[in-house]
């Protein structure tokens, strides 16, 4: 069982949380890597294009005679060798597809979640529904953090039913918000702490008993 280290709202070091079992996966550095291309790619618009020859509004009037010119056979100017011609090997404006089954995607994401929480990296907040203001949450940071400075990259992640607790983080440098359900190990990588709202694994839990 995968163990981290418990907090409630007011910064109060509780009993260690167990993580729910299906966590607690055996480490694949190499899946990681693969799930967080796939994730870097969706992000990609596509949206580069650049025009061939057959694509340029311009004349395709040969432009001098072939022979007796002393000079190389040319064609149309539209040809990619001249400047306002098309491009040869250019981008062709289609959006990438990479993907990855919802089984690798969750082990990579536990991958990134376990290898986190070995560093004790990984924290969990109980009662943080409660939480509104800003300066409560700075404060909450600041007890769990003991090193917080405005370089720590930290991700809070949070329940959906909690979604208004977003507000009181918004404005903390640094410091990124996500609903549970869009974790990924992306997510994961770009985090140097990961904290957890509670509510998150009440299913779980309920589950188990």
Do not use: C
Not at 61 to 82: M, V
């Amino acid at each position: 069982m995968l163990k981290v280290t418990h907090y409630t709202s007011k910064g109060v070091k509780s009993t260690d949380f167990s993580l729910p079992k299906e966590m607690d996966v055996k480490e694949n550095i190499n899946l990681m890597a693969q799930a967080a291309r796939v994730e870097e790619s969706r992000k990609h618009p596509g949206l580069s294009k650049a025009k061939t020859r057959a694509e340029i509004n311009r004349t395709t009037k040969k432009w001098y005679r072939q022979k007796g010119t002393g000079r190389a056979r040319h064609g149309a100017r539209s040809a990619p060798i001249f400047v306002g011609g098309g491009v040869a090997h250019g981008p062709k404006g289609i959006k990438r597809t990479l993907n990855l089954t919802k089984d690798m995607n969750k082990k990579a994401l536990f991958s990134g979640i376990k290898i986190l929480s070995k560093k004790g990296k990984v924290f969990v907040v109980s009662g943080i529904s409660s939480m509104t203001k800003t300066k409560d949450a700075k404060v909450l940071l600041e007890k769990i953090l003991k090193n917080l400075n405005f370089k720590t990259k930290v991700t809070l992640v949070f329940a959906e039913k909690n979604i208004k607790i977003k507000k009181a983080f918004a404005n903390i440098k640094n410091v990124k918000t996500e609903v549970y359900k869009n974790m990924n190990v992306r997510k994961v990588l770009l985090s140097e702490y990961l904290i957890f709202d509670k509510d998150i694994f009440e299913k779980e839990t309920k589950k188990a008993k």
